[in-house]
């Protein structure tokens, strides 16, 4: 006799074993690989500018077609992710940013190099996040927060070692040896991933895949044998409506929007910093392996913040925690501007910066994946992170404008202050909206609502 087995109350009630701690493993892999990316372009950005004597202004295009091509990556994958399978988008994303960055490293003149820094945003877009969703639907629902959060601190370390990894070596191999550097490294991953990285088990029930290929994933995840067993997922049943469409039916239309808003002024924030940051403070007379150091205080800041707001956002209200954190991150902020020649107290601001801001949009990431039903997870997560991307080549592109018009030092950050602040703001009305909403997804434990 066949038995019927609710897929999520066996994942909460089993311990986290090795498959979870690989998916985690390759995931956190994935998205470091990203963060190197993002903070070696801004980091090699003064050599290319000298290799083919620019102007500043000139490289705003370089890095707002990365950007570009971070958002129509995460718009393409999201979609396809909840079609055909996180672990099959995922390891063609790597693939795909790869062998671009590769070939970013022998690019002939400023054009083709935009090209090709378009062609490798579209595998970063689209595998950052995969690697959330993919991450949430493997963990229990009482560890999510924290362990997704750690997994996305990939990234912000990633971004620490490519900084520093790029100041210190772009004297020695010149900036096209940190472009074959990133470019090597994810192909390298690209074949490990085929052979140890799983399909999510919500998609394979979902999606109607075989029970033997569903029970031998379970298995491995809980240690148990299943013979006779069908599993199920208690959520909304899935509509013929495309996963598009179901972000904006009813109430999820609200949340999405406003969700919308926080990833646009957050990764604003985030990609300006990464992108002028370097440039800011060499143009302040301080050199640019001083400035590698205490740029990569905003990256280690946000790890710290990360892991701390993951543990907060299982305990607490997860929205009032991430309002809280955008609120001090905007004073931090602030107090960048205000630092004057202190390098030490410059430094201390960026690294409180990083725990409200990048910490903060670690954290947004987790509970963006627990407000989608599976159905649509990959694709509601990858659309926020898309219109995040807006947000970042806005940053990216204002970054340059304010440096062009002459903004003072601490005016440029009085004015970076703001969308912190907007984010904070936005989270505090989330939570009344989510509070009136009738089922959320998953669980979101600090707000008693229904789990799935």
Same mark, same amino acid.
Request: a positive charge; aromatic letters at 10%; proline letters at 4%.
């Given at each position: 006799?066949?038995?019927r087995r609710?897929?999520?109350?066996?994942?909460?009630a089993?311990?986290?074993?090795?498959?979870?701690?690989?998916?985690?493993?390759?995931?956190?892999?994935?998205?470091?690989?990203?963060?190197?990316?993002?903070?070696?372009?801004?980091?090699?950005?003064?050599?290319?500018r000298?290799?083919?004597?620019?102007?500043?202004?000139?490289?705003?295009?370089?890095?707002?077609?990365?950007?570009?091509?971070?958002?129509?990556?995460?718009?393409?994958?999201?979609?396809?992710?909840?079609?055909?399978?996180?672990?099959?988008?995922?390891?063609w994303?790597v693939?795909?940013?790869?062998?671009?960055? +590769?070939? #970013?490293?022998f690019s002939?003149? =400023?054009? *083709? $190099?935009?090209?090709?820094? &378009?062609?490798? @945003?579209?595998?970063? !877009?689209?595998?950052?996040?995969?690697?959330?969703?993919?991450?949430?639907?493997? +963990?229990? #629902?009482?560890?999510?927060?924290? =362990?997704v *959060? $750690?997994?996305?601190?990939? &990234?912000?370390? @990633?971004?620490?070692? !490519?900084?520093?990894v790029s100041?210190?070596?772009?004297?020695?191999?010149?900036?096209?040896?940190?472009l074959?550097?990133?470019?090597v490294?994810? $192909?390298?991953?690209?074949?490990?991933?085929?052979?140890?990285?799983?399909?999510?088990?919500?998609?394979?029930?979902?999606?109607?895949?075989p029970?033997?290929?569903?029970?031998?994933t379970?298995?491995?995840?809980?240690?148990e044998?299943?013979?006779?067993?069908?599993?199920?997922?208690?959520?909304?049943?899935?509509?013929?409506?495309?996963?598009?469409?179901?972000?904006?039916?009813?109430?999820?239309?609200?949340?999405?929007?406003?969700?919308?808003?926080?990833?646009?002024?957050?990764l604003?924030?985030?990609?300006?910093?990464?992108?002028?940051?370097?440039?800011?403070?060499?143009?302040?007379?301080?050199?640019?392996?001083?400035?590698?150091w205490?740029?990569?205080?905003f990256?280690?800041?946000?790890?710290?913040?990360?892991?701390?707001?993951g543990?907060?956002?299982?305990?607490?209200?997860?929205?009032?925690?991430?309002?809280?954190s955008?609120?001090?991150?905007?004073?931090?902020?602030?107090?960048?501007?205000?630092?004057?020649?202190?390098?030490?107290?410059?430094?201390?601001?960026?690294?409180?910066?990083?725990i409200?801001?990048?910490?903060?949009?670690?954290?947004?990431?987790?509970?963006?994946?627990?407000?989608?039903?599976?159905?649509?997870?990959?694709?509601?997560?990858?659309?926020?992170?898309a219109i995040?991307?807006?947000?970042?080549?806005?940053?990216?592109?204002?970054?340059g404008?304010?440096?062009a018009?002459?903004f003072?030092?601490?005016?440029?950050?009085?004015?970076?202050?703001?969308?912190?602040?907007?984010?904070?703001?936005?989270?505090?009305?989330?939570?009344?909206?989510?509070?009136?909403?009738p089922?959320?997804?998953?669980?979101?434990?600090a707000?008693?609502?229904?789990?799935?």
């Amino acid at each position: 006799m066949t038995q019927r087995r609710e897929l999520q109350a066996l994942i909460d009630a089993a311990p986290i074993g090795k498959m979870q701690w690989r998916v985690i493993l390759c995931c956190f892999l994935v998205v470091m690989l990203d963060g190197f990316d993002t903070a070696a372009i801004g980091f090699i950005a003064p050599a290319i500018r000298d290799h083919w004597q620019l102007s500043a202004g000139s490289l705003a295009p370089l890095f707002g077609a990365g950007l570009l091509g971070l958002t129509a990556g995460a718009l393409l994958c999201g979609p396809l992710s909840d079609k055909f399978g996180r672990k099959r988008v995922i390891e063609w994303c790597v693939a795909l940013f790869g062998l671009f960055s +590769l070939l #970013s490293a022998f690019s002939p003149n =400023l054009e *083709t $190099l935009i090209i090709l820094r &378009f062609l490798t @945003g579209l595998g970063l !877009g689209g595998a950052m996040p995969n690697t959330i969703t993919m991450t949430s639907e493997y +963990l229990p #629902s009482r560890r999510r927060g924290a =362990l997704v *959060t $750690l997994m996305f601190c990939g &990234f912000t370390l @990633g971004s620490a070692m !490519g900084g520093i990894v790029s100041a210190q070596l772009v004297s020695v191999i010149g900036w096209h040896g940190i472009l074959v550097l990133g470019g090597v490294l994810p $192909l390298m991953l690209f074949f490990a991933l085929l052979a140890v990285l799983p399909e999510s088990p919500r998609w394979l029930v979902r999606r109607q895949r075989p029970q033997a290929q569903v029970v031998r994933t379970v298995s491995a995840m809980t240690g148990e044998r299943y013979e006779n067993t069908e599993f199920w997922l208690d959520e909304p049943a899935a509509t013929k409506k495309g996963s598009i469409s179901q972000l904006f039916t009813g109430r999820q239309l609200t949340i999405t929007l406003m969700l919308w808003v926080v990833f646009f002024m957050s990764l604003l924030i985030i990609y300006l910093l990464s992108s002028w940051m370097p440039t800011l403070l060499n143009h302040r007379g301080i050199d640019l392996q001083h400035a590698s150091w205490v740029t990569a205080a905003f990256q280690v800041g946000g790890t710290m913040g990360a892991l701390v707001l993951g543990v907060l956002m299982d305990k607490f209200n997860p929205f009032w925690v991430l309002a809280i954190s955008y609120a001090l991150g905007a004073i931090c902020i602030v107090m960048i501007g205000l630092s004057g020649d202190g390098l030490w107290m410059m430094a201390l601001a960026i690294f409180g910066t990083g725990i409200g801001i990048s910490g903060s949009q670690v954290g947004l990431n987790a509970l963006t994946a627990t407000l989608y039903p599976t159905q649509s997870r990959a694709t509601g997560v990858s659309w926020s992170n898309a219109i995040g991307r807006c947000g970042a080549i806005v940053g990216s592109v204002s970054g340059g404008m304010m440096m062009a018009m002459n903004f003072s030092f601490d005016t440029l950050f009085f004015v970076i202050a703001v969308p912190a602040a907007v984010s904070a703001v936005m989270l505090t009305l989330l939570t009344l909206v989510i509070r009136q909403s009738p089922r959320v997804p998953d669980s979101l434990p600090a707000m008693g609502t229904v789990k799935s």
